[in-house]
Protein backbone atom coordinates (compact mmCIF):
# COMPACT_ATOMS: atom_id res chain seq x y z
CA UNK A 1 0.00 0.00 0.00
CA UNK A 2 1.21 3.16 -1.01
CA UNK A 3 2.33 5.40 2.68
CA UNK A 4 0.39 8.45 1.69
CA UNK A 5 -3.02 6.49 1.41
CA UNK A 6 -1.90 4.39 4.24
CA UNK A 7 -2.11 7.49 6.18
CA UNK A 8 -5.38 8.40 5.14
CA UNK A 9 -7.15 4.93 5.85
CA UNK A 10 -8.50 5.32 9.19
CA UNK A 11 -9.40 2.09 10.46
CA UNK A 12 -10.19 3.34 14.28
CA UNK A 13 -13.02 5.46 16.37
CA UNK A 14 -11.98 5.71 20.11
CA UNK A 15 -14.10 6.57 23.18
CA UNK A 16 -12.70 7.22 26.54
CA UNK A 17 -15.18 6.05 28.67
CA UNK A 18 -15.20 5.92 32.86
CA UNK A 19 -16.60 2.30 33.20
CA UNK A 20 -15.48 -0.09 30.10
CA UNK A 21 -17.82 -3.32 31.31
CA UNK A 22 -20.59 -0.63 31.32
CA UNK A 23 -19.50 0.78 28.28
CA UNK A 24 -19.37 -2.32 26.34
CA UNK A 25 -22.98 -3.25 27.26
CA UNK A 26 -25.00 0.10 26.09
CA UNK A 27 -22.89 0.09 22.83
CA UNK A 28 -24.09 -3.47 21.87
CA UNK A 29 -27.55 -2.70 23.40
CA UNK A 30 -27.87 0.85 22.05
CA UNK A 31 -26.17 0.18 18.21
CA UNK A 32 -26.07 -4.01 17.85
CA UNK A 33 -22.14 -3.76 17.53
CA UNK A 34 -20.32 -6.69 19.04
CA UNK A 35 -18.87 -8.70 20.70
CA UNK A 36 -16.24 -6.37 21.95
CA UNK A 37 -13.07 -8.00 23.15
CA UNK A 38 -12.02 -6.95 26.35
CA UNK A 39 -7.86 -6.50 27.37
CA UNK A 40 -8.58 -5.72 31.03
CA UNK A 41 -5.95 -4.43 33.14
CA UNK A 42 -2.61 -3.55 30.70
CA UNK A 43 0.20 -1.45 31.83
CA UNK A 44 2.96 0.38 30.04
CA UNK A 45 5.93 1.24 31.24
CA UNK A 46 7.61 2.51 28.37
CA UNK A 47 5.70 5.85 27.35
CA UNK A 48 6.31 9.47 27.00
CA UNK A 49 3.47 11.96 28.15
CA UNK A 50 4.27 15.25 26.34
CA UNK A 51 8.34 14.53 26.34
CA UNK A 52 8.05 12.86 29.95
CA UNK A 53 8.58 9.35 30.94
CA UNK A 54 5.37 7.85 32.31
CA UNK A 55 3.59 4.97 32.86
CA UNK A 56 -0.36 4.08 32.02
CA UNK A 57 -2.71 1.72 33.64
CA UNK A 58 -5.99 1.18 31.09
CA UNK A 59 -8.78 -0.98 29.87
CA UNK A 60 -9.28 -1.60 26.12
CA UNK A 61 -12.49 -3.36 24.59
CA UNK A 62 -12.83 -3.37 20.50
CA UNK A 63 -15.37 -4.42 18.38
CA UNK A 64 -15.60 -4.73 14.39
CA UNK A 65 -18.42 -2.22 12.88
CA UNK A 66 -17.54 -3.11 8.96
CA UNK A 67 -14.65 -1.80 8.48
CA UNK A 68 -14.08 0.37 11.35
CA UNK A 69 -12.83 -0.78 14.89
CA UNK A 70 -14.75 0.57 17.86
CA UNK A 71 -12.08 0.91 20.72
CA UNK A 72 -13.60 2.12 24.33
CA UNK A 73 -10.55 2.88 26.87
CA UNK A 74 -11.05 3.12 30.42
CA UNK A 75 -7.73 4.92 32.39
CA UNK A 76 -7.37 3.28 35.88
CA UNK A 77 -4.38 5.39 37.17
CA UNK A 78 -4.05 8.99 37.99
CA UNK A 79 -1.04 9.46 35.77
CA UNK A 80 -1.04 12.40 33.02
CA UNK A 81 -2.28 11.39 29.85
CA UNK A 82 -3.37 12.10 25.91
CA UNK A 83 -6.71 10.01 27.45
CA UNK A 84 -6.92 12.86 30.20
CA UNK A 85 -6.19 15.57 27.77
CA UNK A 86 -9.39 15.41 26.27
CA UNK A 87 -12.08 13.65 28.69
CA UNK A 88 -11.81 14.06 32.08
CA UNK A 89 -11.37 11.87 34.91
CA UNK A 90 -15.62 10.10 35.22
CA UNK A 91 -16.67 11.40 32.15
CA UNK A 92 -16.97 9.82 28.59
CA UNK A 93 -16.08 11.02 24.74
CA UNK A 94 -15.18 10.90 21.59
CA UNK A 95 -10.96 10.38 21.84
CA UNK A 96 -9.75 9.48 18.56
CA UNK A 97 -8.69 7.77 15.41
CA UNK A 98 -6.21 5.59 14.77
CA UNK A 99 -4.18 4.17 11.61
CA UNK A 100 -2.08 1.44 11.18
CA UNK A 101 1.23 1.82 8.99
CA UNK A 102 4.18 0.10 8.14
CA UNK A 103 6.12 3.04 7.94
CA UNK A 104 5.46 4.51 11.28
CA UNK A 105 8.75 6.96 11.23
CA UNK A 106 6.94 8.63 8.09
CA UNK A 107 3.37 8.77 9.41
CA UNK A 108 4.75 10.26 12.87
CA UNK A 109 6.89 13.05 10.74
CA UNK A 110 3.91 13.41 8.59
CA UNK A 111 1.75 15.71 11.35
CA UNK A 112 4.88 17.22 13.19
CA UNK A 113 5.97 18.90 9.99
CA UNK A 114 2.62 20.37 10.27
CA UNK A 115 3.36 21.60 13.61
CA UNK A 116 1.63 18.77 16.22
CA UNK A 117 3.20 17.30 18.64
CA UNK A 118 2.80 13.84 20.42
CA UNK A 119 1.02 13.59 23.25
CA UNK A 120 1.67 10.39 23.99
CA UNK A 121 4.29 8.07 22.36
CA UNK A 122 6.21 4.37 23.22
CA UNK A 123 6.06 1.13 22.73
CA UNK A 124 3.57 -1.90 23.23
CA UNK A 125 5.46 -4.99 22.87
CA UNK A 126 7.55 -4.41 20.09
CA UNK A 127 4.66 -2.05 18.22
CA UNK A 128 5.12 1.52 18.41
CA UNK A 129 2.28 4.10 19.10
CA UNK A 130 1.75 7.57 19.47
CA UNK A 131 -1.45 9.50 19.74
CA UNK A 132 -0.67 12.91 17.62
CA UNK A 133 -2.52 16.25 19.35
CA UNK A 134 -4.52 17.00 16.88
CA UNK A 135 -7.39 18.53 18.63
CA UNK A 136 -7.00 22.02 18.03
CA UNK A 137 -7.72 21.10 14.28
CA UNK A 138 -9.94 17.71 14.67
CA UNK A 139 -11.50 17.95 18.06
CA UNK A 140 -9.59 14.51 18.73
CA UNK A 141 -6.47 13.32 18.47
CA UNK A 142 -5.05 10.89 16.00
CA UNK A 143 -3.51 7.31 17.19
CA UNK A 144 -0.98 6.03 14.71
CA UNK A 145 -0.14 1.90 15.59
CA UNK A 146 2.95 0.35 13.78
CA UNK A 147 2.42 -2.33 11.71
CA UNK A 148 2.78 -5.50 13.84
CA UNK A 149 2.25 -9.33 13.64
CA UNK A 150 1.24 -10.18 16.62
CA UNK A 151 -1.48 -7.06 16.39
CA UNK A 152 -2.44 -8.40 13.12
CA UNK A 153 -3.89 -11.49 14.59
CA UNK A 154 -5.40 -9.51 17.35
CA UNK A 155 -7.22 -7.60 15.05
CA UNK A 156 -8.10 -10.15 12.60
CA UNK A 157 -9.80 -12.39 15.85
CA UNK A 158 -11.88 -9.30 16.91
CA UNK A 159 -12.81 -8.86 12.81
CA UNK A 160 -13.58 -13.18 12.55
CA UNK A 161 -15.84 -12.63 15.69
CA UNK A 162 -18.17 -9.59 14.20
CA UNK A 163 -18.48 -11.25 11.34
CA UNK A 164 -19.83 -14.74 12.80
CA UNK A 165 -21.24 -13.41 15.99
CA UNK A 166 -25.07 -13.87 15.99
CA UNK A 167 -25.87 -10.90 18.31
CA UNK A 168 -26.44 -12.23 21.44
CA UNK A 169 -24.07 -15.14 22.65
CA UNK A 170 -20.92 -14.04 24.61
CA UNK A 171 -21.19 -9.87 23.91
CA UNK A 172 -18.18 -9.23 26.14
CA UNK A 173 -15.04 -11.83 25.46
CA UNK A 174 -11.53 -11.59 26.62
CA UNK A 175 -8.74 -10.11 23.72
CA UNK A 176 -6.05 -12.65 25.19
CA UNK A 177 -6.21 -15.52 23.66
CA UNK A 178 -7.48 -18.82 25.72
Known amino acids: MHIASEQRRVMQACWAVPNIDEACRLWTETTGIGPFYLFRDLKIDTVNYRGTPTSTHFSVAIAQAGGTQIELVEQHCDNPSAYRDLVAKGERG?????????????????????????????????????????????????????????????????????ENWDGVTDPLRSGFPV
Not at 127 to 135: L, N, P
Open 94 to 162: FHHIAIYVSDYEAALKQYTDKGFVAAIDGTFGKMRFAYVDTSEALGCMVEIIEHDPVQDEIFARIRNGA
